[in-house]
DNA sequence: CGTTTTGTTTAGTCATAACTGAACAAACTT
DNA sequence: AAGTTTGTTCAGTTATGACTAAACAAAACG
């Protein structure tokens, strides 16, 4: 147990199973084992490293990675003297998340906001329907307290963050 | 405006969107129609309604009712005197729904624990292992606070909640 | 009893989106 | 310049799952 042959398995099942999970979020399952083998690594990984270690196409690659970026978890970064792009996590990806999901929520709320403003103020439903829509004000308070929490344990976790994200990468 | 009419078309987009709503979270779209008619209506339905009223299969109808009552969102009633099936909201279906998330991320964060477990206390990628699990912990803290949230609004509402369920319903 | 109503299940269709290979454009190498 | 590397785009394939129609079982009705 413990040696590299088992490490290289448990890794492999992280990168899978963090697919998995990203397909039930709606995401591409390449972009969530992209993900997982940024999280495991820890490391800058170029576009050609990607698409062979994950044995799947570069179009593929291209395309996951292009979520990831319009989603703020992922940054590409250059290499000094080397052609490929290089991709490492973004500086915090779990805020980020949350704070998409806020944005969601926010816009669901609007819309039923707008269902109340246009039934008269008397309308039977109006009840239930503020009662829905102050179920995703409530999700969204509770993420700003994850926020603030989150900020607290990635202090706690700083030393053991390797690869502060730079814009510029010089090579090895 | 604010006639009839009207709030017909009010209804219809707001049950539509429910249905895109929920699609969005890897629901069917339908139940999510469901969902946003028993909200909207406030009501007891039944079966053949939905149906009727949603313009799709009496399939569809069965099995995204299966979803909905398996996640605890709603409640299949009977009617004295009536053969149909008749539905309403479950009792507190927010609620519910946050717990079901909480399970789904306990879930998560067991995974991850087991790949750190799996690992070599000193390997590298503990670090930030810890911090992917940490992110669910805090959804989740976060999720507990929401619930206690709802408990408060969902008092504030409770006299304009309709149709307390009931495990079975007489006549009109 | 046969018929009707009702809900579930199953087989099949259809729509959607992930994924790939190939074509492409841009930048670099020689 | 010709050829190579690199990432994106596009057309086509494939896999998944929502949805339906039809078959079905159970219960109520006549």
Known sequence: ??????????????????????????????????????????????FGDLATKLLVSRASISTSIRILEERGLVKRVTKHGERQDFFQLAPNPYATMLEGIQKRNRSIQTDIAGTIKNLPADAEAVGRLTAHANFYASRNAAIAVALSELDTSQNKLAGQQPNAPKDHLDAK
Not at 3 to 19: H, L, Q, W
């Open 1 to 46: 147990m413990f040696d590299d042959a088992n490490s290289n398995a448990v890794r492999v099942d992280f990168i899978e199973n963090t697919g998995f999970v990203t397909q039930s979020e709606g995401l591409p399952r390449i972009a969530g084992r992209i993900f997982g083998m940024l999280i495991f690594d820890g490391d800058v990984v170029s």
